[in-house]
């Protein structure tokens, strides 16, 4: 199982064929039993694998991500392909003109898009639970879920298919997936990463963001997609990172193994509680609501059953919301994020955990939020919503258990600083506390932290 | 006699003289304010409410959706509490 740097250095220096490791790609892609495909890209796939090869032949350099298969959620635009933001509503639409500007970045680093990758319908849910092209099945438990609403994104990477992928994040749609299946997920500053020619679910929180199996791919694929260089660490080069663990609801809502984790990385760490937190999370659950509703209330209006029904009630529920409380809830964000930002200005990273707890199953998707039962469709992202709120980045970073149920923290860290998320991350990884565990049955070889850093 | 009688001539030909903007400076009640709605800060509940909404938006709630919609504004109406610091 090659991650993505290791994977590009082969091809570069001309010990392994792009053709040929898209081919077994392809042949992998078909054949997955996750529910994490919706679209094999056999042609573009081959064509841009010949031409990577071509370049290499040549002497020329094909880039840092030179023949990298990798797929993304289904809301990218993939031109040639309709995009169908993982609804059967939009099947049949017209197919996209150009690639979205993420893929086009990815493409001129030598990444080759192999697939199209299953999501809830139109991003609203945190569990791939799709009634047009089914539910993504988690990795390491192939009965519970994988997390959404970027759920294949997460699953085909954990599955050890591909190296990486891309996902969305609008409420903790990369960080719950990535924290189910055990992997690296960022949710960027918020609207860092290009979203030209990504399909809208609500634009206050859209995000977009990868998901790999280190680190080291995670810094090498953010920087392909911000154009920057990751700059090493902290800005003024020390090395040392101000820490805090977020505590109150952070703490309430999470399992032993998270708060242990936290506790160990950080024992002396002082523990902040960010004011108010479930109002933050409260208001972001409606402004999502209404922007939703709003960009679908034309679509509801007139096909209202071709929609997936369960996303289809939440999103009329949104759409009757009334303009006056959208504009409370957008006020008291206003107030709530300059607050937090002034709280936070002395911390290099917070802890937090990345989700409430384990995967859940598929047959009973619920879990415990305040000692009661509810919807992981929901419910999932309710430590990942609130800092969605504040626009900081956050790294869902897995917690090294192999054999077991994955399950990740949140390293979030302050405004156009990922890089001191990914050195943090870096060190956590070389010290055994995070990294991927392969699932059993993944494709093939073993990534341990050490050889991961 | 006969100056009173130019007098009233002149104060008649002056006043059909009168520029028309001098005669919209007249005096006259303010046209009643027409009725306001509340501007509306809760969210719909009930059946009639928010089939009453829906039809303003032109957002028809088909027979199927309805109690899903209901419970999902259930849903919105207690985050809509809990952020303003109300019980839920």
Redesign the interface.
Known sequence: MRGVLETAAAVRAGTLSARALVEDTLIALVADTHVAVTRVLHDRARAEADAIDAMVAAGRDPGPLAGVPYGVKDLFDVCGLPTTAGSGLYADAAPAGADAEALARLTAAGAICVATLNMDEFAYGFATINAAYGTTRNPSDPSRLAGGSSGGSAAIVAAGLLAFSLGSDTNGSIRVPASLCGLYGLKPTHGDLPLGGVFPFAESFDDIGPFTRSVEDMALVWQVLAGRRVDGGRADGSGDFRVARLGGRFRENAEPVQLAAIDAIAPDAPLVELP?I??A???A??IT?CEGGALH?EA??GQ??AFD??V???L???????E??YQ??QA?RADYCARIRALVADYDVLLAPATPTFAPAIADPRILIDGALSPAR?DLGIHTQPITFTGLPSLAVPLYRPGELPIGLQLIGRAGREADLFAFAAKLEADGITGYGMPQGAASGHCMPQDAA | MRGAVIMTAWRIVIRFLRPRETMAQIPVDPPAEPPVAPIRRDVPAGDAEIAAVAAARGLPILPECAPGVAANLALLARHARIMRGEPA
């Open positions: 108010e479930a109002r999370r409260s208001a659950f409606l609501a209330r509801l209006a209202a059953m029904p369960q289809r009630d939440r009329i529920a949104g759409a009757l919301l009334p006056a409380l409370e809830a008291f929901a």
